[in-house]
């Protein structure tokens, strides 16, 4: 087990950085047929939440810049990085600046997951958290670079992905209110202004 975590020692001063020195004997999950998986929010340099599977003794990590997609529409880019200990399932709290991942690390959802496949190209499992419940598919398009996507549809129905564009509505001519018999004239304020379009995407 140890080799495994090499790169992630490498990367950290334990006396730097609050985070597991990976060198406590590994606990394993209690059931031989479930893993336990967890998402972290990590407001690192950039934000971004990592992805980190329970398998064979340590954490198989990726970073995901648009976190876990909920619709199987949407195909988001995974890194792979380094394994984690398995202490970092529970881990949460401040990494310091200038430490390797410095930032604010949450834990965004934690759960057991089932895998029908791992391979080293290709991950398929079914998550059971708190906020991600579904099946996904990881798999390598080159080399650190993954793909992460949702292959069953979510629980919730008509869950649409988010368009890449939205276009603000502009003024438009409306009909005039019914006219009074002493109307002189009808007129509609058209207000101008600045036109926001926020967006939001549940679960980020
Ligand atoms: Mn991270």
Redesign the pocket.
Known sequence: MADKLERYRAKRDPGATPEPTGRAPAKRGKSKNTARFVV?E?H?SHL?W?LRLEHEGVLASW?LPKGIPAHPKENRLAVR?EDHPLEYLDFHGEIPKGSY?GGT?YIWDAGTYETEKFRDNEVMVVLDGERVSGKYVLFQTKGKNWMIYRMDPPAEEGIEPMPDTIAPMFARLGGLPPERDDAAFGYEVKWDGVRAVPTWTPGT
């Open positions: 972290q990590h690192a971004h990592d970073a990085t991942g690390m």
